[in-house]
């Protein structure tokens, strides 16, 4: 099977400073893999440098998406090729509801009414809101209601007031309306109660279902009794040591990381 994401030999520098080093992955479609690490390894200076962000220095022998190279697009132009981010840290967006994203998701697919041509431009701008709706709810409600979120959080500002764990299921929620090729989830799992993490853990179920291939931050195996990884990658000092199966993260949580080191 062909490689969905394909990383040689990565670099990743802030400010001069190189924070991830000779990096090699490859993640094929609908995979689950899980990367762990101590605190300030380096997982999400790789989660954002693959999204393009502007101020992380990415040089790589190899950086390919879907077999297309993309060393040289931005942020938008990796989305639009199937890439997500799930952030570890949500930021608060408040002039812009869930609501709002949604319907600007959806936009592009959404069929041509040739019905609403022949009614008054009020009238078709209301008929259209109403079915602009009408996808909105089709699309997420379902989600919604899996996740344990209440419908009227999509009509409040992105994240704004919205607790830790529902910041993370909002993330959740996002990557399932949006179907990507591969999400990359930035420990979706942190500060989440214990429904939340069963909620959280069969979103990512969902998306592997549709053909969502997850790269998995974590820190904690909990989350792994719930999914199956295909591998899971152990970064300590922004280089990836050690390869495996979930073995490897129960052993992690046992014994913490220094074991590694020792071999
Ligand atoms: N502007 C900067 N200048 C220097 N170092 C930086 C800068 N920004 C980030 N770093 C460092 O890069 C390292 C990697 O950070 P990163 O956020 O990728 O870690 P992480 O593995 O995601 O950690 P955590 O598990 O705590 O989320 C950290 O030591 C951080 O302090
Ligand atoms: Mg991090």
Known sequence: MKKLLDIKKMRVSIEGKIIVRDLTLAIKPGELHVLMG?????KSTIAHALLGHPRYRTAATRLRFNSKDIRKLKTDARARLGLFLGFQYPLTVSGVTLANLFSELTKKNRPRNKKLLHLTLASRM????????????????GHMRELALPEDMLYRGL??????????????????????????????DSGVDIDALKAIAKSIAAARKV???????????????????????????????????????????KKGYAFLQKK
């Open 38 to 42: 101590p605190n300030g390894s380096g």
């Open 126 to 141: 209301a008929t259209e809101q109403r079915e602009a709706q009408d996808l909105l709810r089709a699309a997420v409600t």
């Open 159 to 188: 994240n704004d007031g919205f607790s830790g764990g529902e910041k993370k299921k909002a993330e959740m929620l996002q990557m399932l309306a949006l179907k990507p090729k591969l999400a990359i989830l930035d420990e979706p």
């Open 211 to 253: 053909g969502t291939a997850i790269l998995l931050i974590t820190h904690y195996q909990r989350i792994l009794k719930y999914l199956k990884p295909d591998a899971v990658h152990i970064m300590v000092k922004g280089k990836l040591v050690r390869s495996g199966t979930a073995i490897l993260a129960r052993e992690i949580e």
